[in-house]
Every structure is written in structure tokens, then in C-alpha cells.
């Protein structure tokens, strides 16, 4: 039996949800057309809406990593004695 180098894991890919895109859509889209990076004039609406929902959103909040790798790792050097 050939000898494990590294146990590892790979980790699930989670699906990145992105509550504030329809927001960004529309300002990126507004300054595109009217060249209002400063949102002063039309864009203004379009800013506080984007704004408005990242301050709401709760995607900011980190998740728990898994600590498989790190008991896998510890126990790896037992197996390779």
C-alpha cells in the first residue's frame, strides 16, 4: 500500500448569494449612461438604494470554517509513523 503523503479535504463550495446585485445592476447601469460617478444628480436614488441594502443585508457575517483539516493534519503524523 503506497504511503499517504497529506490527508486533506476538499471543502464544499457554497453557493455565494448576492442579495444587493439588482441595486449595483442599476447604479453601474445609471453610471454608464449618464456619467454621474459622484451621484449628485440622477444616480442619486440609485446610490441610496445600494446603500440602503448593503447596511440590511446579512451576508457580512463570516460562517464557521470546518476543522477537519486541522484533525486530519493531526492525526496524519500518527499514520506516517
Do not use: F
Amino acid at each position: 500500500m503506497p504511503k499517504l503523503v497529506k490527508l486533506k479535504v476538499k471543502p464544499r463550495k457554497a453557493d455565494v448569494i448576492n442579495p444587493c446585485v439588482p441595486e449595483l445592476t442599476a447604479m453601474l447601469g445609471c453610471w454608464a449612461v449618464s456619467h454621474d460617478l459622484k451621484n449628485t444628480g440622477e444616480c442619486a436614488q440609485a446610490a441610496k438604494n445600494l446603500a440602503q441594502c448593503m447596511k440590511t443585508s446579512s451576508g457580512s457575517r463570516k460562517v464557521a470554517q470546518s476543522t477537519i483539516n486541522y484533525h486530519l493534519a493531526r492525526l496524519g503524523k500518527n499514520l506516517m509513523r
